[in-house]
């Protein structure tokens, strides 16, 4: 199970990021600001991921970050940042400190942000792809899986939805929808 921090002084969007991220599984932490995160992680509380908001009172997001990068104990936890306004010198600074994803509320649903960190985690075991029989090489790769599962599917001009779901083997069970 991934262990996540999240950071924010916003007690609502908190509390939404922490049910969601609970809800799919991860174990939640929460701090309602960067030094509150610091006493956290430096107290030995080390999660797989901290995703913090930016403005904050106390330590702010990238000072949080910042901290966390330069400690040679902490470096490698993947950090993404959290941010109402998504100025574009904020993305380029994110950047720069080695931030591995910029997630904008308002534009990014909290589903889309969990995806998007099980995705830089490694452990994202669901996943639904768009297929166009009439775009690029969907029609061969439908008559692939037609011809490799043994089904006949009726010829479509609409797109298809793959469903790939990882079980606890390893291998994915594979759901194919128009």
Sequence with gaps: MAKILIVDDDELLLGIYAGSFRNEGFEVLTARDGQEAWDMLSGGNVPDVVFTGIIMP????????????????LKNIVTVISSHRGRDEDRVLAKNMG????????????VEAIRRIRSLLGVQSN???????????????????????????????????????????GRFKIKLSE
């Design 58 to 73: 106390g330590m702010t997001g990238f000072e949080l970050v910042g901290k966390i990068k330069s400690d040679p104990k």
């Design 99 to 110: 931030v591995a994803d910029f997630i904008i509320q308002g534009t990014t649903t909290p």
């Design 127 to 169: 996943f639904k792809i768009a297929v166009s029989a009439n775009q690029f090489d969907g029609s061969a790769f439908l008559n692939l899986l037609n011809k490799e599962l043994g089904v006949v599917l009726p010829p479509t001009e609409n797109q298809m939805i793959l469903e790939l779901e990882r079980g606890d083997d």
